[in-house]
């Protein structure tokens, strides 16, 4: 008789965010697929969770999928994890929970941590309809592309990114979306728990101000509107933008693209001003 797999959501930060069931299910099965078995012990450990662990991540999901997917067929109960959150959002589990699905072996879902929904709720921007699209590219180029086909979309944008290419992406953000309302949440439910709102130039200046830049960030951009009129003289919208750590030609070509001027035309009322 086949067994079952089930999808199990765990903490993002705090230990305390995981269910009871989640807890029982995870004692019963008869091993636990997870990305990195010593971060997936950390958490076993604290609940007293003796299961067997087995690395399942994506340098080895083709092979070890087949693998597991051979246990479950024989009867096997197993169940997946992610290092945080819920399990195949960003994460390793497709090709196991697809294969299953398709085989007629059992699926279930337990729900729990995730930061997409985390930070959403506490954002500030409209919840009715949300468009997650994962990690934001790491070439500017790419990522400048997708912000563009994204900007009229009638949902909130949702994106994991670094903290390596987060004053990037606001910039990037910046040049595309303008003064769009946006937030920025990092280390949801840990100690340094913090959301940030505003524009992305706003937010820019203040973790530009900063030392250093830690923690994993969601960003969320408001879905689009009409655009607003800007009665903000063409020289102080540019400066605003050089203030929040835009470069100065970056700043030109946003001002003249929000207002449907022509960059040419953007800089030559800048240097005769």
């Given at each position: 008789?086949?067994?079952?797999?089930?999808?199990?959501?765990?903490?993002?930060?705090?230990?305390?965010?995981i269910?009871?069931?989640?807890?029982?299910?995870?004692?019963?099965?008869?091993?636990?697929?997870?990305?990195?078995?010593?971060?997936?012990?950390?958490?076993?450990?604290?609940?007293?969770?003796?299961?067997?662990?087995?690395?399942?991540?994506?340098?080895?999901?083709?092979?070890?999928?087949?693998?597991?997917?051979?246990?479950?067929?024989?009867?096997?109960?197993g169940?997946i994890?992610?290092?945080?959150?819920?399990?195949?959002?960003?994460?390793?589990?497709?090709?196991?929970?697809?294969?299953?699905?398709?085989?007629?072996?059992k699926?279930?879902?337990?729900?729990?941590?995730?930061?997409?929904?985390?930070?959403?709720?506490?954002?500030?921007?409209?919840?009715?309809?949300?468009?997650?699209?994962?990690?934001?590219?790491?070439?500017?180029?790419q990522?400048?592309?997708?912000?563009?086909?994204?900007?009229?979309?009638?949902?909130?944008?949702?994106?994991?990114?670094?903290?390596?290419?987060?004053?990037?992406?606001?910039?990037?953000?910046?040049?595309?979306?303008?003064?769009?309302?946006?937030?920025?949440?990092?280390?949801?439910?840990?100690?340094?728990e913090?959301?940030?709102?505003?524009?992305a130039?706003?937010?820019?200046?203040?973790?530009?101000?900063?030392?250093?830049?830690?923690?994993?960030?969601?960003?969320?951009?408001?879905?689009?509107?009409?655009?607003?009129?800007?009665?903000?003289?063409?020289?102080?919208?540019?400066?605003?933008?050089?203030?929040?750590g835009?470069?100065?030609?970056?700043?030109?070509?946003?001002v003249?693209?929000?207002?449907?001027?022509?960059?040419?035309?953007?800089?030559?009322?800048?240097?005769?001003?």
């Amino acid at each position: 008789m086949p067994g079952r797999l089930y999808v199990v959501s765990t903490p993002i930060g705090n230990l305390e965010d995981i269910t009871y069931r989640a807890v029982r299910v995870l004692k019963e099965v008869d091993w636990i697929a997870c990305e990195d078995t010593r971060t997936t012990g950390h958490l076993l450990q604290h609940y007293g969770i003796a299961t067997r662990t087995i690395s399942y991540h994506e340098h080895n999901e083709a092979e070890r999928a087949a693998e597991l997917f051979e246990r479950l067929q024989a009867g096997d109960q197993g169940a997946i994890v992610s290092d945080a959150g819920t399990p195949l959002l960003s994460d390793p589990g497709f090709r196991i929970v697809r294969g299953a699905a398709q085989a007629g072996i059992k699926v279930e879902a337990l729900p729990g941590a995730s930061a997409i929904l985390a930070a959403l709720v506490v954002s500030g921007l409209p919840t009715d309809q949300f468009h997650f699209a994962g990690f934001l590219p790491a070439k500017q180029g790419q990522r400048v592309r997708l912000l563009e086909s994204l900007a009229d979309e009638q949902a909130t944008l949702v994106f994991y990114e670094a903290p390596h290419r987060i004053l990037e992406t606001l910039a990037d953000i910046v040049t595309v979306m303008g003064r769009r309302e946006i937030a920025v949440a990092r280390e949801l439910t840990k100690l340094h728990e913090e959301t940030l709102r505003g524009t992305a130039a706003e937010i820019l200046s203040k973790l530009s101000a900063r030392d250093s830049v830690r923690g994993e960030f969601v960003v969320l951009i408001s879905k689009a509107t009409e655009p607003e009129h800007d009665d903000m003289p063409i020289d102080t919208a540019i400066e605003a933008l050089i203030g929040a750590g835009i470069p100065r030609m970056d700043a030109i070509k946003t001002v003249a693209k929000q207002r449907g001027l022509s960059k040419r035309d953007v800089y030559r009322r800048v240097s005769r001003g």
